[in-house]
């Protein structure tokens, strides 16, 4: 990997930890933060990997983490996107899921994909991903849970009745999170369009993402590269 896709890795992992730790100051939830990793204590306990050159300590730390949450009874993900975390003795499986990052390019006006601005959008926007994602594990939908008022100050983007996505302003790059559209509006580019939006937003900069294997193709139609695949470990 070269020394700009390395950087990009880089900080695509650290929108992720901005991201996840924004919602869990805002829900209240404890945050470890370390200059290895950081571990967010929700629903799930995730271990978040901040680097790719992980110092003794750090691995012995967050493994004893994750054994202590696991022995507790807790779900716990541990994300490494740079794949030098060996998990298994602690019975843990690894799946994978690739990042990607697209350079500033232009791309088309979508108009009928707005910025959300109110907190009324905003529940429309946490209606529409907890639904259509779906995030079972907030069903049924308790508002505010998911997209708390702070997601207001990010740009969360809205095609209203069909599809909503997220979205992180953090180390030089634009992270998108949770590109949904429901059911019933698939296939129709819904996804498309709400990604030409973020794409807008972010004109200056570098977007990256991490891909669910269904939407890797309409990336690779946008000009997105895959870095690599994360590993995931539950």
């Known amino acids: ?7 990009r890795l880089r900080q695509a992992s650290e929108n992720a930890v901005a991201m996840w ?7 209240g939830d ?22 790719g050159e992980p110092d003794d300590s750090t691995v012995r730390e967050l493994t004893e983490l994750a054994r202590s949450m696991r022995a507790d009874g807790r779900t716990v993900v541990v ?14 499986t690894a799946g994978q899921l690739p990042v990607m990052v697209r350079e500033p ?19 429309a926007a946490e209606d529409l991903v907890v639904r259509g994602f779906p995030l079972e594990e907030y069903q049924p939908l308790e ?30 790059v634009g992270g998108v999170y949770w590109v949904t559209t429901l059911p019933e509006h698939r296939s129709k580019g819904v996804g498309r369009a709400l990604m030409h939006a973020v794409l807008r ?4 900069r570098p977007v990256t993402l991490t891909a669910a294997r269904a939407g890797k193709p309409l990336y690779d139609k946008l000009g997105f590269t ?5 590993n995931w470990w539950r």
């Open 1 to 7: 990997m070269t020394g700009l896709l390395t950087e």
């Open 21 to 27: 730790t924004t919602l869990a100051h805002a829900r």
């Open 30 to 51: 404890r945050v470890l933060d370390r200059p290895g990793f950081a571990a967010i204590d929700g629903r799930r306990f995730r271990i978040m990997l901040r680097t």
């Open 79 to 92: 994300e490494d996107p740079f794949r030098v975390l060996d998990l298994d003795g602690l019975g843990m």
């Open 105 to 123: 390019a232009p791309v088309p006006d979508e108009g009928a994909v707005a910025r959300v601005r109110t907190a009324a959008e905003l529940g």
């Open 143 to 172: 508002p505010g849970r998911v997209f708390p008022a702070a997601l207001l100050e990010q740009a969360v983007f809205l095609k209203a009745g069909e599809g909503a996505c997220v979205t992180m302003d953090h180390g030089g």
């Open 201 to 204: 937003h972010f004109e200056d």
């Open 226 to 230: 895959t870095l690599g695949d994360a």
